[in-house]
């Protein structure tokens, strides 16, 4: 797994908010430390129910949102993260994938992306480059050529 990426696409149901639509512990100081930084939200769900589950969760607005209404294939397939990518002018593999399900992890190492899990209450996902407990374990800084840097991913 890479330290270095250009952007970071993360998963929203069960990643930023939860079941009943609460940002999970860590969300919000998560996205406000991406603030300035290339990131995404990329969700299986519609984009006025994701734009909702954001707004009741009080979390910040990303500038690209990928839905399955802007994709022909939903997780697992690759084409929402790809897609997210190039909204973002990045190359797949200059990505870095938070997500909290199978499928997600699938579609985000089909699209030839770096993906780190969060497994909570015990859940893996076995084909996740690194596997975490939350969102607060991630770190990242800029540095002066715009890459972001992962300076931390505690286990």
């Given amino acids: 797994m890479r330290r270095r990426y250009r ?3 993360c998963d929203l149901f069960g ?3 939860d079941g009943n639509g609460i940002a999970v512990d860590g969300a919000t100081e998560f996205l406000e430390h991406l603030a300035g930084l290339r990131w995404a939200v ?3 769900c519609g984009t006025n129910f994701a734009l909702r589950l ?3 969760a009080r979390l910040p607005l990303p500038q690209i949102l990928v839905s399955a209404d802007d994709v022909a294939e939903t997780k697992p397939s690759p084409a929402c993260y790809v897609r997210a990518a190039e909204l973002l002018r990045v190359s797949p593999e200059a990505c ?3 997500e909290d399900s199978s499928s997600g992890v699938e579609a985000g190492k089909a699209a030839g992306m ?3 899990a969060i497994a909570r209450r015990g859940r ?3 084909r996740a480059d690194k596997t975490i407990e939350e969102l607060r374990q991630l770190k990242f800084e800029a540095d002066r050529t715009g890459e972001i840097v992962l300076v931390t991913a505690d286990e």
């Fill in 42 to 44: 990329v969700t299986s």
């Fill in 15 to 17: 990643t930023l908010v």
């Fill in 54 to 56: 954001l707004r009741q």
């Fill in 7 to 9: 952007a970071i696409l």
């Fill in 114 to 116: 770096d993906v780190i």
């Fill in 96 to 98: 870095l994938v938070i």
């Fill in 124 to 126: 893996t996902a076995l």
